[in-house]
């Protein structure tokens, strides 16, 4: 049974057409990763996701249920979002990020809170950094509290929106790594990101997404060796010759 | 020097001179606070009742207040410098304008009192406006920004139509125009001791209403340029809109808004003094009294500005350093700007 499936939708703004009939699967524990040109729908179609965008039509299940069935704020819960800006809340320390949606999503008492709070901090590598806020915080450090943020919640999927795309390139690595982490251990990952080298080791499956269609999608070694479509190799070869 | 002016809670005052500025300012408030004290009938009744009748005098219903500082050192100054300023003729006039300054501290000297007990009652007419005006203000400011086509319409027309006529015609509006005084009057407490006097009240409303609407506009501009991403990252997290801008939005904005809100509170200290013209016997009307009771309207006009000057520079002070309180690194911090 897939743990998400997204089936036949269609998103556009106003006039502009942005997803069209975008069907696909992912199984629990899977991570996978969407690329394609800017402007593609990349980002919108991870937001209809977790209904930051609502779809035009289509059906989008988690968990075999549709998710227009269930509260927003109680979907939002269960799928997690990293954002390419980071996003922290600027006023708050690094643990007070990471308690807020504990406290007043979850209900956890402050104790209980601060500690899980701790704890994901130390899995990021960030247990020295609780205190500080997020202007006092490397764009790599940032990253990874909000990461542990999303981790926190205990979500059954996590959205990747580009995450390493504001980042200097010496700042990427730190990230990748707890993402590929992540991965490892079993977390359910759909990831919009240029990352190639990630792409290639964590994916389990790649899809390519161009002018809001599904062009092409299967696992990395076909995409990158051998894709059908011209249009995929040129697209994934300029992207692995600017990043690695 | 240095080290003082790295923790500077007064904008751009420094040093030895902000030393200075806290040093009157408090004496002003400390001279304040003890006339109060001694002025206020509660206080006198408390200790009345403790036993203690004469330890606080309140003099209930004297007219006319004892001043603390004596007034004849400054007047026999005065005398001293006209008398050098007679005997040297024609260029006399240098000595007599030397002298004003010492005349001037007499006869404030004597009207002190009077205009301290003003003051108690500029002081609560912000002080109170102030308050509850926010407390208007925030749900305003909230519901122009993140409320529907309908509610957010509806606010911004309270604000236009609050922001766009006089205070005094809304101060007259609802003392002469409505039944406010009659209605507030007719409630049993005002008759108690202590209470305000019901022309108070009905300047205590029209200043809310008044400051609410300034103060939902310096609201918004401040959520407004709190980062959209922030709610977004509230949202995707579970918080529900209205959580989101409770535990997120509203907490940086409201940094935000701290400059914008000691504006307001600055003009509404001076803007109170319409509060006069309604019969309530703030410092302002203070010294009108008694600028028409001795005709030395030059002295008290300038004796009244310099008090309401005092209020203004210590309220300020005062917000600055709860802006540096509140601030956290990113929000509101003035390391950059040094």
């Known amino acids: 049974m897939s743990l998400l499936r997204v089936d036949s939708v269609d998103k556009s703004y106003g006039d502009e057409p942005v997803l069209h009939d975008v069907s696909f699967e992912m199984d629990r524990q899977q991570v996978e990763v969407v690329v394609g040109p800017s402007g593609s729908g990349k980002s919108t179609l991870l937001r209809c996701v977790n209904r930051l965008t609502e779809i035009d039509s289509g059906e989008i299940y988690l968990d075999d249920e549709e998710i227009h069935s269930v509260d927003e704020n109680e979907l939002r819960r269960r799928v997690g979002m990293v954002f390419q800006d980071f996003n922290l809340f600027a006023h708050l320390t690094a643990r007070g990020n990471i308690t807020l949606g504990l406290r007043e999503v979850l209900g956890l008492s402050k104790a209980e809170a601060e500690a899980k709070a701790d704890d994901y901090l130390d899995r990021v590598g960030l247990a020295d950094q609780s205190e500080s806020y997020p202007a006092e915080l490397s764009g790599g450090q940032q990253q990874r509290v909000g990461i542990a943020r999303a981790l926190a919640m205990d979500p059954e999927l996590i959205l990747f929106d580009e995450p390493t795309s504001a980042l200097d390139p010496e700042l990427i690595g730190e990230v990748l790594r707890v993402m590929e982490d992540l991965a490892e251990g079993g977390m359910t990952m759909l990831c919009v990101t240029h990352e190639m080298g990630f792409a290639r080791s964590a994916a389990d499956t790649i899809t390519f997404l161009d002018d809001g269609k599904i062009v092409e999608r299967g696992p990395p070694e076909q995409l990158f060796e051998n894709p059908e479509h011209e249009r995929t190799g040129t697209f994934l070869g300029e992207l692995t010759g600017l990043h690695q | 020097m240095s080290a003082d002016t790295v923790d500077s809670a007064v904008g751009t005052i420094r040093g030895r001179k902000k030393v200075v500025a806290g040093v009157v300012g408090g004496a002003l408030w400390l001279w304040l606070l003890a006339r109060w004290a001694a002025h206020n009938t509660l206080l006198d009744s408390v200790f009345t009742t403790i036993g203690l009748p004469d330890l606080i005098r309140s003099e209930v219903r004297v007219g006319v ?98 922001r766009g006529t006089p205070l005094l015609a809304q101060l007259f509006f609802f003392y002469f125009g409505l039944p406010l005084a009659g209605i507030i009057g007719s409630v049993g407490i005002m008759e108690l001791s202590g209470m305000p006097r019901t022309a108070a009240v009905v300047a205590i409303i029209a200043f809310t209403i008044n400051s609410s609407a300034y103060q939902a506009e310096y609201i918004r501009a401040a959520l407004q340029s709190v980062d959209e991403g922030q709610l977004t990252a509230a949202r995707s997290v579970g918080l529900s809109k209205l959580e989101g801008i409770r535990h997120v939005v509203l907490p940086q904005g409201l940094r935000f808004a701290i400059p914008g809100w000691t504006n307001e509170f600055v003009y509404l200290i001076k803007y109170s003094s319409l509060a006069a013209f309604i ?60």
């Open chain 2, 65 to 162: 207040r004892e001043p603390w500082i004596p007034a004849a050192p400054f007047e026999a100054i005065a005398d001293a410098i006209g008398g050098v300023a007679a005997a040297v003729g024609p260029a006399g006039f240098f000595f007599e304008w030397l002298a004003w300054p010492f005349e001037l501290a007499a006869f404030a000297t004597s009207t002190g009192p009077a205009l301290a007990e003003g003051a108690f009652i500029t002081v609560y007419l912000t002080v109170f406006s102030m308050a509850f005006g926010l407390v208007i203000a925030v749900p305003l400011a909230v519901t122009r920004v993140y409320g529907g086509p309908v509610s957010s319409r509806l606010s911004l027309a309270y604000t236009e139509l609050i």
């Open chain 2, 279 to 338: 019969t309530v016997p703030d410092m302002f009307r203070r010294a009108r009294d008694i600028g028409s009771d001795t005709f030395q309207y030059t002295e008290i006009y300038v004796v009244v500005g310099l008090c309401y000057l005092g209020l203004v520079i210590t309220t300020a002070m005062a917000m600055n350093r709860l802006e540096d309180r509140l601030s956290v690194p990113g929000i509101g911090q003035s390391a950059g700007r040094e």
